[in-house]
Structure formats: C-alpha cells, structure tokens
C-alpha cells in the first residue's frame, strides 16, 4: 500500500531554533494519526510543511503521491486542511465561504450547493449559514473550516486542533465524522492536546517533544492511556500549591 503521508529526515529551522528535528513516519490511507505535544513542540510547523506553506530545510515528503514543496498545485486538490488560524473571511457568511471555494477546485456550482447543504447538515450550522465569519462563535468559526476541507473531498485531511473551543456535542459528531470517512480511505492527520479524546479518536498515536518524535505507535500498542504516556514522555503537569490561597473565613 502507498502512504498517504511520507516524511522522512524532515528538519526546518526558524534561526537558530530547530522546530522540527529529523522527524520520519508514514500514514496509510484510511488511518487517524494524532500528534500530540506541548505549544512550540513543532506540531503546527510540521502540518505547514505538509500542506506546502513551509519548505523543510532537510528531508523528504509525497503528500497524496505529490511533494508539496514542487509547487504542484494539484497538491491544494488532494488535501483538506483545517489550520490553526481557520483562515475565514470576516467579511463572508459561512454559506459564501462554502459556495466561493467549490470553483476553485473545480466543482459545478450545482456540485457546489449540494455538498454545501450536506455538510452545513452534518455540522450543524444549517440555521447558521448566513451568519458573518466575524460574528461567529469560536466553534461555528472551527466547524465552518472543517466544511472547507471536506468540501471537495480530499485524500488526506490535516487538521491542527480540531476539537478546541467546541461544545462536547460538536466534538463527538466530529469524532463521529472522522472516523466514517477514514473507512472510506481518507488518511487523516490531526493534532490535538484533548488527551482523552485523542484514545477514541485515533488508530495511532504520535509525540513531539522540541521537534523530536520521542513516541509513534498504535492505540492499541499503548501501555497505558494517551494521557498518562504524554505525561511520563512529553511534559509532567505543576504540582506547585500556592499555600496564600484559602478560605478567608475566620
């Protein structure tokens, strides 16, 4: 089986920051990979490269058969992309957004409207459609950017915190949704720092600690819970107690 997602050796440096360090790995198509780390980790740096906005000053990587650094627009055609800025036009409604982006990746606007309608459905924002990106909530904002990366159906999705900000409902049908279009054979890619979650979410599990992969197996290989691991591995939680904050009642 060819990789949906082929990295290896990849290195990309910011000055003398290395924020990603000789990082290698494979997804299959129809896998759900989560990267888990810390902020500054590299985990947004590593998703910019795979989706072409950053180039790696060392390694190799085939996206969907295709290396994003070439410039190959056909890349933009095979790939669905949640990032962690969203992207949204604050000037737009979460319908235009939709019907605007169909074209350009060349579906009929009767295509277009069609999947537009489904997935506005799907993610619960049918009585949302005409509502300003600006005036939306944190989680419509999340969930108006996920239609954009589904709407003409990629073969590899990268999604950088897909469940932060959202209502527990929201999450779940997201959970829900990633899963029954990776069994349709679409890889997905995602980082999360949700650690419980990423157990129910994920066929495999990855960690990134200062650029380093310092962990990358199975769900089902894991010795314990995700969480429990991330802590042993990636970073511990503070323990500090702050003795000065107490009850101030005599």
């Known amino acids: 089986m060819t990789s949906a997602i082929h990295c290896n050796g990849l290195i990309k440096r910011f000055g003398p920051l290395t924020a990603v360090d000789n990082i290698s790995f494979d997804v299959d198509p129809g896998e759900i990979c989560a990267i888990l780390g810390p902020n500054g980790a590299g985990k947004s740096t590593l998703i910019a490269m795979l989706s072409g906005i950053h180039h790696p000053d060392a390694g190799t990587l085939r996206i969907a058969g295709v290396d994003p650094a070439s410039g190959d627009r056909e890349l933009y055609r095979r790939i669905g992309v949640v990032p962690d800025n969203l992207s949204l036009l604050s000037e737009l409604t979460i319908e235009e957004h ?74 779940e049908g997201i959970r829900l949704l990633l899963h029954s279009i990776a069994k349709r054979g679409i890889a997905i890619l995602l980082t999360s720092h949700i650690l419980p979650l990423v157990d129910r979410t994920s066929d495999r599990i990855m960690m990134i600690r200062a650029g380093r992969l310092v962990w990358d197996s199975k769900v089902s290989g894991l010795p314990e819970s995700a969480e429990q691991l991330y802590f042993e591995l990636v970073e511990q939680p503070p323990t500090k107690d702050i003795a000065w904050l107490q009850s101030q009642q005599s």
């Open 98 to 171: 939709l019907l605007m982006s169909g074209p350009i990746y060349g579906l009929s606007l009767e295509t277009t409207r069609q999947r537009a309608e489904d997935l506005l459905e799907l993610l619960d924002l049918s009585t949302k459609r005409k509502t300003l990106a600006r005036d939306c909530s944190h989680g419509m904002r999340k969930k108006t950017a996920l239609a954009l990366a589904l709407l003409h159906n990629p073969q590899v999705l990268m999604l950088d915190e897909p469940f932060e900000g959202i209502d527990p409902a929201s999450a």
